[in-house]
């Protein structure tokens, strides 16, 4: 996109009807970022469904990038969120903070393979991670962002776990991620990581991601970006990670957001009949292969 068209007042011709692939709108999404956004062939996009590892991701690309670095102040500044609403700033001025980015950008999305800008150009790093830990992820997290941050975020704390399995369930963010991004596994431009990987073994996945890269990586940069992706730093350093509400205070009370960092989460939380519905979902919309890459079959 020229300076010219991001200055204009009116929108481009092709925002004038909605990307065909949008699909299911999100709140938070903005259409008109995912529609004029333009990829570059160093661009590298995480892309999960929510709760499967994604700032986890966004902390060990920034931290390979720049060799280590301690001095950011949030992880969204370095690694942003592609599709994000960002009021009061406009998308044009997202995307003209985007063009500003050093090379290589790092961008973070949750969109379906579909609704991704720059699919074919950008190189892509998939986290996929067991659907009843992103649950019991994400029921942690509704209940423990602030009032403030659920109301701007257009977001309810759930009356009871089993009221949020529902809600879970009916949302389908983790089915529709997957059912769509399944399928592209193989292109030479995605990487497709487990979060199990990443916790059985960090350096082995950071070299992983490294080679997929291309990026030079020494046994000292790799022992750092590993230190610096810990779930002990990260809990330790959570403020840079759970972001902030509009007027600077926390999203997510004390030891909340990176919150305890385990695979299989759910055994000690769900009941069998709540497990057995999010298993009964998978096997409706994932292939078994899918399913048994994920400990699932
Ligand atoms: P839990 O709620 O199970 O602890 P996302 O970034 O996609 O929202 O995912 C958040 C989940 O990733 C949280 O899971 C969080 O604790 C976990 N996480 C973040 N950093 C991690 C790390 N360094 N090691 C392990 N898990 C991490």
Redesign the pocket.
């Known amino acids: 996109m020229s300076t010219q068209q991001l200055a204009g007042t009116s929108r481009p011709e092709r925002d004038e009807q909605p990307d065909p692939h949008w699909g299911e709108p999100h709140p938070l999404h903005d259409p008109w970022i995912l529609a004029n956004f333009q990829a570059r062939p160093t661009d590298v996009l995480i892309t999960?469904a929510?709760?499967?590892?994604?700032?986890?991701m966004q902390q060990i690309l920034h931290q390979l990038c720049t060799g280590g670095d301690e001095a950011f102040e949030d992880i969204d500044d370095v690694v942003p969120w592609l599709e994000r609403q960002r009021p009061p700033q406009t998308w044009r001025q997202v995307l003209e903070a985007f063009e500003a980015l050093a090379t290589p950008r790092l961008f973070k999305t949750h969109c379906t393979w579909e609704q991704t800008p720059g699919r074919d150009i950008a190189r892509l790093i998939l986290t996929v991670r067991d659907p009843r830990?992103c649950c019991?992820?994400f029921y942690?997290h509704l209940m423990d962002m602030t009032d403030s941050a659920l109301a701007c975020h257009g977001l309810e704390r759930p009356a009871s776990l089993d009221a949020h399995v529902d809600a879970w369930l009916g949302f389908g963010a983790w089915f529709r991620n997957l059912a769509s991004w399944w399928p592209q596994r193989e292109r030479d431009n995605l990487l497709m990581l487990r979060y199990s990987d990443l916790?059985a073994d960090l350096p082995a996945a950071i070299t992983r991601i490294a080679d997929f890269l291309g990026w030079p990586l020494t046994p000292q940069t790799c022992e750092r970006a590993a230190h610096l992706?810990?779930?002990a730093w990260?809990k330790a350093n959570s403020q840079r990670f759970a972001g902030r509400n509009a007027d600077g205070s926390p999203m997510f009370r004390p030891g909340g957001f990176?919150?305890?960092?385990?695979t299989g989460?759910h055994k000690t939380q769900l009941t069998p009949d709540q497990e057995a519905r999010i298993l009964r979902r998978c096997r409706q919309e994932l292939p078994a292969e899918c399913l048994a890459y994920l400990g699932l079959g």
């Open positions: 999960t929510p709760k499967a590892g994604t700032t986890w830990d019991i992820s942690h916790k992706s810990s779930f990260m990176i919150r305890k960092g385990e989460d």
